[in-house]
């Protein structure tokens, strides 16, 4: 299979590069993966992967002769013909996508290029394929194909999206470019569409758009619940029984965070916005969601009274288990409103401490959950770790001075949290 496979490259190393790397040298394709970051390249070639995602590093360390890390493009231009971009598209202050990664990554092709395509990984504004190809023309690399493919995977299970999608999505020209990528995912055996260039964009903001409706649905559901005594949990257990819902993304929390879903959701609104459109609802999504963190605060302080010099830990701070990305996380908006509301915040994390320590001013941390409630007044489950399942809560009672616990996840025990003594609220029931 290997010698009938074609050779890759991979530009940009983050989660959704290493992942399609590491997805394809499974499939037998030589990789070259490639990032302007020399510290990461030269950790990477040490074979030190420089992310947390289950799977990865025994993955990557599997097809170590089939993957190769340098920062020089032109290496990568050499031995592949299809370059998947898979670099960052931030938010802009103005919720805009900022494309200056991408752009960078188009004006480094060389020009006359023969047999090369640019192969869309990365999430971009609808209408980024054609102004990319009308930049490529500009500047004599005519030559270059150009294919969106958007990435639908999920950190912490990112790897095992790659290998079982529930679709591939090639937006193209419908030319030999098209076909290539096509024929790149064919082993996997998953649904394909192959579509043109604008509705592969979309695709990849509207599917990301309308999760994030749906957890801010759920959400406003669960404020209402807590209103007039449903339990939210029963609710969403009957409502995804109906197969036109699903039962996918209807788990209430303390809202949405992580790379994509704030910066997908405010991109779309954006987009609407520049073409003329108002985006009525996305800007409803955004607003819920922003409250939804904002509740817990509330919450302690229906138990606790005035929080000003109380003790509250936060257990969990990625933006959600089984990854150690901090982006957008809930934790951020919680950890600075606690501390203005005058509270000390201690917290834990099993993964994402070390990042967390860097974007959280003021916060101790500490090595577990035990020892992170010591004296604490109140605790704040924010991440569904597996771990926080199997915690003994009077070992918890014991060590906390004060006997509050917010479920930001429903997840733990509220049984076993009751039994040890404690006030257990969850989240809309
Ligand atoms: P990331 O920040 O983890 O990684 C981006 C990488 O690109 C970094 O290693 C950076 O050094 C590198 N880079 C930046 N400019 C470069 C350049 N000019 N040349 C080479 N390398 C360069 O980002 P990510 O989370 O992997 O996201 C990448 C894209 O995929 C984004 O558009 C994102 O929206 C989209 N996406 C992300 C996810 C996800 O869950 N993370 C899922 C689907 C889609």
């Not at 955004?286 to 302080?301: D, P």
Request: aromatic residues 6%; glycine residues 10%; negative net charge.
């Amino acid at each position: 299979m290997t010698e009938s496979r074609e050779p890759i490259a991979v530009i940009g190393t983050g989660y959704v590069g290493l992942v399609t790397a590491a997805g394809f040298a499974e499939l037998g394709n030589e990789v070259w993966c490639v990032d302007i970051d020399a510290a990461k390249i030269e950790g990477l070639k040490r074979g030190e992967i420089p992310i947390y995602e289950p799977g990865l590093a025994e993955s990557i360390a599997a097809s170590a002769g089939r993957m190769h890390f340098t920062t020089e493009l032109s290496e990568a231009l050499e031995h592949a013909r299809l370059l998947f971009v898979a670099v960052g598209t931030p938010p802009t202050y103005s919720g805009d996508a900022d494309l200056s990664a991408v752009y960078s990554v188009v004006d480094a092709m060389p020009s006359g290029d023969q047999g090369h395509a640019l192969v869309m990984k990365s999430t971009v504004p609808v209408g980024t394929g054609a102004a990319i190809r009308r930049r490529l023309e500009k500047t004599g690399k005519g030559n270059f194909s150009y294919v969106s493919c958007p990435e639908f995977l999920k950190e912490g299970s990112a790897l095992e999206d790659f290998r079982k999608p529930d679709r591939v999505v090639v937006g193209d020209a419908g030319d030999a470019a098209g076909q290539a990528v096509c024929d790149l995912y064919a082993p996997l055996g998953a649904p394909l569409l192959r579509t043109d260039i604008a509705s592969a964009e979309m695709i990849k903001l509207a599917s990301n758009a309308f999760l994030a409706t749906k957890i801010s649905f759920i959400n406003e559901i669960a404020n209402v619940c807590e209103e007039t005594g449903a339990d939210v949990l029963e609710v969403a257990k009957g409502m995804g029984m109906d197969e036109r819902i699903g039962r996918h993304f209807l788990k209430p929390g303390i809202g949405y965070g992580g790379s994509c879903f704030p910066k997908d959701v405010s991109a779309l609104k954006q987009l609407a916005g520049n073409s003329g459109y108002h985006f009525q609802l996305l800007t409803a999504v955004i607003e819920v969601n922003e409250l939804q963190k904002r509740r817990v605060i509330a919450k302690l302080q229906k138990h606790l009274g005035s929080l000003v010099g109380k003790t509250v830990t936060l257990l969990g701070l990625a933006f959600k288990a089984h990854t150690d990305d901090m982006r957008e996380a809930s934790s951020l908006v919680l950890s600075a409103r606690l501390q203005g509301e005058g509270a000390s915040v201690r917290a834990y994390d099993p993964i994402a401490a070390d990042d967390a320590r860097l974007l959280m001013p003021g916060v101790e941390f500490a090595d577990s959950a035990v020892a992170a409630v010591k004296g604490a007044d109140a605790v704040v489950l924010v991440t569904e770790w597996p771990e926080f399942s199997a915690l003994d809560w009077n070992e918890m009672a014991a060590a906390m001075s004060g006997r509050v616990v917010i479920d930001g996840r429903n997840y733990v025990d509220a049984v076993a949290v009751r039994a040890a003594g404690f006030e257990y609220e969850g989240i809309g029931r």
